[in-house]
């Protein structure tokens, strides 16, 4: 159920801190890549708004923060496939202040599109997307109103792939995101899509997908993605693609054309497939 921050609420997040001191807020802060920035920002002396569902390991995840690096972590749970979960962070940034946004809460189906129930593809595109534009409107408003600020939106490689319904919200959210760094051109406002390729997280563990024969060289760590993430934002790059071979994949994916884009992608659909250990009955 979505709440208002509980405890780290009590005080106004204001009274905390002294008026220049970065906030920055990041969604599914509470494992992977999300915590990777969450830790990045607060190494770099930013205060914390953490999002994700399960309030307690909100509370667990900003208590280790707040012991590691000494700043002031709160949290708030919201459900961001629900317009209520999206409207709690929306009513957030509305009357606190934040200057940096990451857009990183996300998952991935365990299932293609068509076996799929149409109630998982909406709240899928829900998460990934509706509520990464509507974070990003918003946030967007308030930084050019205060004359700063900065909205990191992390996609993904499958953007640039027709791998079913989250490539798909991907794609959705890279290109809003790039088009908002166009919009915000010559304003102190940026926006910057990263594109990570596979990386360690609970990501796979939860779409229950075994990825052990994946080779190591198509690997990058959360840390890599949120160190290249942040540099590339504070550069005003508009996207951002972690890892040198992933760098090299993206530049061939600008000029493949779009029929091979299709039968690479099918081509991986199928091996995923394969490697999933549980598939929902025909
Ligand atoms: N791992 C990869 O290979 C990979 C590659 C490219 C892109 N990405 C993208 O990177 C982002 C982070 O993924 P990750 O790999 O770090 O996965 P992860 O370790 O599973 O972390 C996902 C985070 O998102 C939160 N979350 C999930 N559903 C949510 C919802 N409906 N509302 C609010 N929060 C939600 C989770 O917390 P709760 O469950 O408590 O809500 C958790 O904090 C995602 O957008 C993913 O699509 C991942």
Redo the contacts with the bound molecule.
Sequence with gaps: MDSAPRRRSARPFAALRPADVPVALV????????LEFARALAADGYHLVL????LP?LEETADLLEDEFGVPVRVLS????SEQ?IATVVAFIGHERVDVVVN?????LPYSALRSDPAELAALDR??NVAVQQISWHAAQRMLERGRGGIIT?S???ALTTMGAYAAA?SAAMVFTENLAGELAGTPVTATAVL????H????D?MRVDMSKLPSVAWVD?RTVAREGLADARAGKAVSVPGLQYKIAYLIAQTAPRPLIRGVSSGFRAVRMTRRSRRRPS
Excluded: Q, W
């Design positions: 969604t599914g802060a509470t494992s992977g890549i999300g999002v994700a569902r399960t390991r919201a459900d961001l496939a979960g990183n809460a996300g998952y991935g998460v990934l992390v993904s490689m499958a991907k990570p390729g596979y990386v997280t609970e990501f796979h939860r959360a």
